[in-house]
């Protein structure tokens, strides 16, 4: 099967633009999960799609960031405005809803906010 | 809440060193505790998993035990290769919380 695909792999914006982040999961699995590694740390959860609806978005540092996932596919993450901070490493993960820890990760999509 | 000690990197070996990477862990419940490899270029991909205490989860020559006792989940390899090389993350998830919890990452580099 296809794996989770993410775009773009590499993003550099200037502080203050908008940036969108793409993730296309593994057909079929309704989980969708979105995370974050800055500068080299741990990589920290953002939130959970089950199907479209946000099942947890605790991780979510501000109302800077918008997260979608219109009709349960593909989701998207909105950085607007994007600060220096922003900077890091976004990761996708899917998972069947009969294996809520069998994640596969996308590669990632490297932010760089200058 | 939850959190995950990893040992910091970077870490440099030689071919056939043995390898362990310490990982230590904080949780309110009972978590299953996880191993996760990024190889360059790619995605996370998890490596071993453990759900219970003296759980002793293995792959690709690599073990790692659940001790509850001293709260730790260290990963160990006997003889690393060179393809070995790649960020290795420790990480937790909690009992019925799907959301994983990782620490920072050590990054392996393993020479001919």
């Known amino acids: 099967e296809a794996g989770v695909t993410q775009f ?17 999961p593994i057909s079929g699995h309704d989980n969708l999960y979105w ?3 800055v500068m080299g740390k741990e990589i920290k959860f ?10 947890d978005e605790s991780g979510m540092p501000n109302n800077r960031f918008l997260a979608e996932r219109t009709g349960g596919t593909y989701s998207t993450l909105k950085v607007q405005p994007a600060e220096l901070e922003d900077s890091g490493v976004y ?14 990760f996308g590669s990632g999509t490297r932010l760089t906010v200058v | 809440g939850d959190s995950v000690t990893q040992m910091e990197g970077p870490v440099t ?3 056939e060193a043995f390898l362990t990477i310490n ?25 071993l998993k453990a759900t219970k205490a003296d759980d002793k989860g293995s792959n690709k020559g690599f073990e790692a035990t659940y001790r509850k006792e001293t709260t730790s989940f260290h990963l160990e390899k006997g003889s690393v290769q060179v393809s070995d090389s790649a960020v290795y993350f420790c990480a937790l998830s909690d ?7 990782f620490g920072a990452g050590t990054t392996v580099t393993v020479r001919a």
């Open chain 1, 8 to 24: 773009p792999s590499h993003s550099v914006i200037e502080k203050g633009q908008t940036v969108t982040l793409r993730c296309d």
């Open chain 1, 35 to 37: 995370y974050r590694r």
């Open chain 1, 46 to 55: 953002l939130l959970h799609f089950v199907k479209e609806s946000k099942q």
């Open chain 1, 91 to 104: 990761f996708c993960a899917s998972s069947r809803p009969s294996q809520p820890y069998g994640y596969t």
């Open chain 2, 13 to 15: 070996l030689s071919e």
């Open chain 2, 23 to 47: 990982c230590t862990y904080t949780a309110t419940g009972y978590p299953s505790l996880f191993w996760y490899v990024q190889y360059p270029g790619e995605g996370l991909q998890l490596l």
């Open chain 2, 95 to 101: 009992l019925g919380d799907y959301k994983l919890s």
